[in-house]
């Protein structure tokens, strides 16, 4: 059976999102490198391993990584 592009588009998704991750690496080191290591998991678990269980894994440490870089902290100014 013969692969079609659909089965390639997530992974291009997680891929394109490391990439974008790249640009906070010197603000975020720790989520940026988490986005950027959880993407190349879930690609290597779901073509070379097809284990879910670690798919599963690989795409918690990835929303954990972009939650943490989408939180910025508020600062309240008092006058």
Do not use: Q, W
């Not at 079609?4 to 291009?12: I, K």
């Not at 779901?46 to 972009?66: A, E, I, Q, R």
């Amino acid at each position: 059976m013969k692969k079609t592009c659909g089965s390639y588009s997530p992974s291009l998704l997680f891929i394109g999102l490391s990439l974008h991750a790249l640009n906070f690496i010197n603000t975020k080191t720790i989520s940026a490198a988490m986005v950027i290591f959880a993407s190349f998991a879930i690609s290597f678990s779901f073509f070379v391993l097809k284990d879910g269980v670690y798919m599963l894994l690989s795409c918690v440490v990835f929303t954990l990584g972009l939650g943490l870089l989408l939180y910025r902290k508020e600062r309240i100014i008092t006058e």
